[in-house]
């Protein structure tokens, strides 16, 4: 087969999705964020969610079956020129997470085809989700009047993303899907009309959950996000185009949802020409979707092209520059943690303040990108979350707030790594028996000591609470950093401090740290 040319000019990337119910891979070019082009889709269905909700691990023979996917996809992949590892990225959600023998699982589709699967946790589906829900909401600004409750129900669970004018207020996740209501209810050998009846239940017990967490507000929008409801959309709106947003009437999706419910699999599969796995999906789907709109009192239920594919691109191509609106939004979540614990917000945001300053002075020596500087900057806001516990060991305190907090769009990845660099914010240096720490691979235990090193100066800058040190200068001095300090009378306190502190500097950058006053 002849190799697909390329035009060197544009970013090629492969984005390749382990799901619930199928393997997906899609390929776009882009040479900006608003020129991106899908130039390839490939779809091939598999049983890993059967596997994982009935028996809790995913079989060998469905290990096997998508290491023959992925390898056809690699043969794709190398017809249009697209081999670097930062071009490929593949992920995989909650059936393969879910699964006993995740890591096997893993391992063997590295060994047998050369791709890394990351296993994305539920932070990292609605981080990705929310990349690709802005990127919409910027070209349909009339969704910002409005409350905008986005919903994803995937194989095993259900994401809702709540946001007021473009902000968001709050993230919830619900361990109900399609795939798992059906699992359940087949095990139970019940006729097709007593299914939905017990179909009907379950689901009224999910959006019974789903609605104390959604504010009382007249005017919403439920804006869904899946290939279900674009399957409705295609059905049931005349000229439907999956690039823009489209309104579908609740009263024409209830009609669908009869029809589909007196259909058996097999008569799904053949009327809609769709996979057997997908027919398997689709009622539990649309029936949730169709209850949740009228427990809610809405006319249409907005369908998308929204996906955590999408974001996974967008992400991609911004690299560094990180997306500006995203990165307040996490720093929003996490100064809401640290007003629940009552952290001094002055003494917080100016070692906020001063770990940014420092993280830009050091940056020929960390060699860290924006999303370490933006772990830096959550740490030094949480780093004293601890206080509301106990003063005595509070930065082991503010480890244990941390691990155990939800900060929107970070992953667990991250949440541990922040966790530590609090951790180590005082006291003892990391060590081998510190179980968090250990666990942690050579790469991410230097990132962790790097960014604790500044934090830990930062903390002593401000060793008064009083935001002394806020005009000062860096310069390096052969195996000396030093901090010359401006409009301040005394700098002896912060001496001292930083004498007590500045030991994991040291060893970290080789550089001894001291502050002095100018002139």
């Avoid at 082009?37 to 995913?58: A, C, H, N, P, R």
């Avoid at 995203?326 to 001063?354: G, M, P, R, T």
């Avoid at 090193?453 to 060793?463: M, N, Q």
Wanted: aromatic share 6%; hydrophobic share 40%; net charge positive.
């Amino acid at each position: 087969m002849k190799s697909k040319k390329q035009n060197h000019n544009l970013l090629y990337i492969a984005v390749i999705e382990v799901g619930t119910t199928a393997i997906t891979m899609t390929i776009v070019e882009a040479d900006s964020l608003e020129k991106i082009k899908q130039i390839d889709f490939l779809k091939q269905s598999v049983s890993i969610g059967k596997d994982t909700f009935t028996k809790g691990y995913i079989e060998k023979a469905t290990i096997e079956e998508c290491v023959l996917v992925l390898k056809n996809f690699k043969r794709v992949l190398y017809e249009y020129g697209i081999s670097q590892e930062e071009q490929i990225i593949a992920v995989a959600t909650t059936a393969v997470r879910e699964s006993a023998n995740r890591d096997a699982f893993c391992d063997r589709i590295y060994i047998a085809t050369g791709i890394k699967v990351r296993i994305l946790d539920n932070m990292d589906i609605v981080r990705y989700t929310y990349i690709s829900l802005k990127w919409y909401l910027d070209k349909n600004l009339y969704l910002l009047r409005n409350l905008n409750i986005v919903c994803e129900i995937g194989g095993g669970t259900t994401e809702i993303l709540l946001l007021s004018k473009g902000s968001i207020i709050s993230i919830h996740s619900f361990r109900i899907g399609s795939l798992r209501l059906r699992e359940s209810l087949e095990k139970l050998n019940l006729s097709l009309k007593k299914q939905i009846v017990l179909l009907e239940n379950e689901i009224n017990h999910a959006i019974t959950q789903i609605i104390k967490v959604i504010p009382p507000t007249k005017n919403k929008n439920l804006i869904s996000v899946g290939r279900d409801m674009r399957f409705a959309a295609q059905i049931l709106v005349t000229n439907y185009n999956p690039e823009i947003l489209t309104r579908i009437p609740i009263t024409r999706l209830e009609k669908l949802v009869r029809e589909i419910s007196l259909l058996s699999l097999d008569e799904c599969v053949k009327k809609y020409k769709i996979p057997y796995q997908e027919a398997e999906t689709l009622l539990p789907t649309l029936l949730f979707y169709c209850m949740l709109g009228k427990e809610l009192k809405q006319k249409n239920i907005i369908a998308s092209n929204i996906s955590m594919s999408n974001g996974i691109v967008l992400s991609q191509i911004q690299k560094d520059s990180l997306n500006v609106d995203f990165k307040k939004q996490i720093i929003k979540s996490a100064w809401e943690i640290a007003k629940k614990y009552k952290v001094d917000e002055k003494h917080a945001q100016h070692v906020l303040n001063l770990c940014k300053t420092l993280f830009n002075y050091l940056k020929e020596e960390h060699k860290l990108n924006l999303w370490h500087e933006l772990l830096l900057s959550v740490a030094a806001i949480l780093h004293d979350t601890g206080m509301f516990i106990s003063t005595r060991s509070h930065h082991k305190h503010s480890m244990y707030i941390i691990l155990n907090s939800e900060i929107f769009g970070l992953s667990l990845d991250d949440i541990i790594l922040i966790s530590l660099i609090a951790r180590y914010h005082r006291r003892a240096s990391p060590k081998p028996t510190h179980e968090e720490y250990a666990k942690l691979e050579r790469e991410a235990k230097l990132t962790v000591c790097k960014l604790a090193a500044i934090l830990r100066v930062a903390d002593a800058l401000d060793r008064t609470h009083r935001q002394k040190i806020s005009c000062f200068e860096c310069k390096k001095e052969k195996d000396k950093f030093v901090i010359v300090a401006s409009k301040v009378d005394d700098v002896s306190v912060e001496q001292l401090a930083l004498q007590n502190k500045a030991d994991m500097f040291e060893d970290i950058y080789g550089m001894s740290v001291v502050i002095e006053k100018k002139g």
